[in-house]
């Protein structure tokens, strides 16, 4: 899987937790929550999204690098050994 597949799990997953979101005009290094108007929980549904649907395991002292979209887009890169850097 390449970070732009990574991307559009992100964009699928946090278009069902945060619909009016536009994800196109997300900056790569802003934080989610504040970007998206997304709260904690909300986050943690992303989060949880990611897991079940890529199948990796994020633990929870792990949660704070997935805080941006480029973050998060690295770390599971980095879980599922996708190369590159894309966002």
């Known amino acids: ?3 732009t597949d990574i991307r559009a799990v992100i964009k699928d997953e946090l278009a069902r937790i945060a619909p009016e979101v536009e994800f196109e005009f997300l900056e790569p290094t802003a934080d ?3 970007a998206a108007d997304i709260d904690s929980m909300d986050f943690l549904n992303l989060v949880t999204a990611l897991h079940v649907r890529l199948g990796v395991d994020i633990p929870e002292a792990d949660t704070p690098r997935l805080v941006t979209l480029q973050g998060a887009v690295d770390y599971l890169a ?5 190369g590159g850097r894309a966002v």
């Open 1 to 3: 899987m390449t970070p």
């Open 32 to 34: 989610l929550r504040d």
């Open 78 to 82: 980095g879980k599922l050994g996708a």
